[in-house]
């Protein structure tokens, strides 16, 4: 019995330290982000944002700084530039971000996700 008391106390303070991570919808990035962090083994639970996560993964585009981005968006309507983004939902700052231009074959889009994966890390450590 008190093995059973010990066992259920651990599970108990391993559960405490875990946080629950939404993966915000990213034009088809969400799933590699998601495939990423996970591959990284963070304290991390996956939910539906309807849960009230701890944290959040959103990607946001970058408004241009410099005189060709604005000719350039002026000229296209496009902005390239993007920043994947982890939200601590509770005090509204970011644990942790990339800035990256968006890829459009999938070996681009693990890599960045990998790479923001590897900030979450970094970040967390």
């Known amino acids: 019995m008190k093995l059973l008391t010990v066992l259920l106390a651990g599970a ?7 946080q629950t991570v939404y993966v915000d919808k ?11 962090l996970k591959r ?4 991390f639970d996956f939910v539906e944002e309807v ?15 410099t005189y060709a981005e604005i000719l350039y968006h002026k000229q296209t309507g496009r902005t ?4 994947l983004e982890l939200l601590d939902l509770r005090t509204n700052k970011i644990v942790a971000h990339t800035e ?3 890829p459009y074959d999938e ?12 900030a979450v890390r970094k970040a967390i450590k």
């Open 80 to 83: 390239d530039i993007y920043t």
């Open 107 to 118: 070996d681009s889009k693990k890599s960045v996700a990998r790479d923001f994966a590897a």
């Open 100 to 102: 990256f231009k968006m």
């Open 40 to 43: 990284q083994e963070l304290p």
């Open 12 to 18: 108990t303070l391993f559960a405490a330290d875990r």
């Open 51 to 65: 849960r009230f996560p701890d944290l959040k993964t959103q990607l946001k585009q970058r408004s241009p700084k």
């Open 26 to 36: 990213m034009n088809g990035l969400e799933t590699y982000v998601e495939d990423a």
